[in-house]
């Protein structure tokens, strides 16, 4: 089991910047892969950004990529995502999800965090 708790959104002007974070706490935190998505209101939601199962390589979603960075600390076990150059597009419900690496397979995700991006 995992429990997340993201943190960190807001009201921000477009070009700005904010950092969210996301603090995991669980079993075997090491058998978990961390990741950011995002769902806007009327849409799908959405892939943002994630680490590799492996843990050594960082994936992005086209919309985001040279933008946005995900990072983590493995010490305070606490996920971040920093976004920076924000567009009103950016706007929307920030989720963090732990993926279980080992049987059973589930995905948990936290209560998401509000980022909206004005003109």
């Known amino acids: 089991q995992v429990q997340l708790v993201e943190s960190g959104g807001g009201l921000v002007q477009a070009g700005g910047s904010l950092r969210l974070s996301c603090a995991a706490s669980?079993?075997?935190?090491?058998?978990?892969?961390m990741g950011w998505f995002r769902q806007a209101p009327g849409k799908e939601r959405e892939f943002v950004a994630a680490?590799?199962?492996?843990?050594?390589?960082?994936l992005y979603a086209d919309s985001v990529k040279g933008r946005f960075t995900i990072y983590r600390d493995n010490a305070k076990n606490t996920l971040y995502l920093q976004m920076n150059s924000l567009k009103p597009e950016d706007t929307a419900v920030y989720y963090c999800k732990a993926s279980r690496l080992v049987a059973p397979n589930y995905d948990y995700w936290g209560q998401g965090t509000q980022v909206t991006v004005s003109s």
């Open positions: 680490f590799s199962r492996s843990g050594g390589s960082t």
């Open positions: 669980g079993r075997t935190f090491r058998n978990y892969a």
